[in-house]
């Protein structure tokens, strides 16, 4: 299994001090009524910061850093970085093969999906292939209906098991909003004791469509 070459340890507490300066914040108790949520797209740029907590051979780890989600016509970008902005790895996806390219160690990895990949390589799942609709606000709930998040109906849980919180909210343009901190956790039910928990935070610093 790859080492990927380690972000600076956290918690959470840091993306949450660093999300109080930049851009517009809207909590649910703020008037919304002028504010529709951005509808989700195949295409956008997403720029911000992201924290990882997961369990690897019996043992928390802790990730952070910066992230660069680029999506269009199918295709997605992840370059994932230091807190200075250093490039770590990236990762593209598209319908057929995911690619993961580590630079410091000239080392590149391919699989079929994103997920199989990660989780082979990384040590932790990136859900990908749900997370370019997700980040956006859009999911299918474990009852198999259609989600949208909004600032009043932020929570969902997948038929993977997989919960989304939308803690936060940005605008984007003068009429519209899309999420700004979003929560992500995986906890696997007690069947399947072989795969770990995850907890993915994200703080958007720029959204583009």
Known sequence: MTSLPRFTPCCLAVLLA????????????DSISAYPVAACGDTFLLSGRIAIRYQRNGKEENLHGQFRW?????RIRIDLGTPMGT????????????????????QIDTADTAEQLTRQKL??????SSMQYWLQGCATDDNGSAFLATPRQNEVTTAQGWHIHYADWMRVDETR??????????LPPESQEAEAE????????????
């Open 18 to 29: 660093l999300a109080s300066s930049g851009c517009s914040m809207l909590s649910p108790d």
């Open 70 to 74: 680029t999506q269009s016509s199918g």
């Open 87 to 106: 490039t770590l790895a990236s990762l593209s996806v598209d319908p057929t093969r995911a690619t993961l390219v580590i630079p410091q160690r000239k």
């Open 123 to 128: 040590g932790w799942t990136l859900p990908a």
């Open 177 to 186: 909003i899309r999420p700004r901190r979003i929560d992500i956790a995986y």
């Open 198 to 209: 995850i907890h993915i935070h994200i703080i958007a610093d720029t959204w583009q469509d």
